[in-house]
T-cell receptor, first 112, second 114 residues
């Protein structure tokens, strides 16, 4: 069931570049959108959380949600080698226990 | 900073055996989850648990799977009659309450079924 689509990459960028990561989804009931960072063989670490459409900024990270297009993005400014990881988008409908639907993850490498 | 913990980090078992994966969610959280990630694939929802009962479960969570909160801190996932295809990373997650939607994940248990 391909409810959430994410380009798996891999994506390689030079240090200092702006990174754009994207997901599309099909379920119009999704209202809560998250980005997680996952290092190899580790648990997902919550990076950004947004509700409905709009932008949210946290330091070098900006999350955007466009519900009309069913499209979400994560931008990383001034990327650092420590940003090298797999980035997972996740979303939920916000009802009941609110289980998450994940994308496949995009593997990012920031080259010093 | 409070975090979700999981034990063991790696579990190896023979096909057909039973395994119990353990999690300690964040202490003031009320909703608990198990997810799994087969190598190279998406993180997939297994089950959610609230108020000492299952809230939702996926198709993956068949009658070989069960969850329990045996005391005020632990949350366990039991898999009976393990199959080769159960081999995966199993992640526990928790969230604070109904109006909070951020889920926090543990480091995972890597289950290998031989």
């Amino acid at each position: 069931q391909k409810e959430v689509e994410q380009d798996p990459g891999p994506l390689s960028v030079p240090e200092g570049a702006i990174v754009s990561l994207n997901c599309t989804y099909s379920n119009s009931a999704f209202q809560y959108f998250m980005w997680y960072r996952q290092y190899s063989r580790k648990g997902p670490e919550l990076l950004m959380y947004t509700y409905s459409s709009g932008n949210k900024e946290d330091g070098r990270f900006t999350a955007q949600v466009d519900k009309s297009s069913k499209y979400i993005s994560l931008f990383i400014r001034d990327s650092q080698p420590s940003d090298s990881a797999t980035y997972l988008c996740a979303m939920s409908a916000g009802t009941g226990a609110n289980n998450l639907f994940f994308g496949t993850g995009t593997r990012l490498t920031v080259i010093p | 900073e409070p975090e979700v913990t999981q034990t063991p980090s790696h579990q190896v078992t023979q096909m057909g055996q039973e395994v119990i994966l353990r999690c300690v969610p964040i202490s003031n959280h009320l909703y608990f989850y198990w997810y799994r990630q087969i190598l190279g694939q998406k993180v997939e929802f297994l089950v959610s648990f609230y108020n000492n009962e299952i809230s939702e479960k996926s198709e993956i969570f068949d009658d070989r799977f069960s969850v329990e909160r045996p005391d005020g801190s632990n949350f366990t996932l039991k898999i009976r009659s393990t199959k080769l295809e159960d081999s995966a990373m199993y992640f526990c997650a928790s969230k604070q309450g109904l109006t909070y939607n951020e889920q926090f994940f543990g480091p995972g248990t890597r289950l290998t079924v031989l």
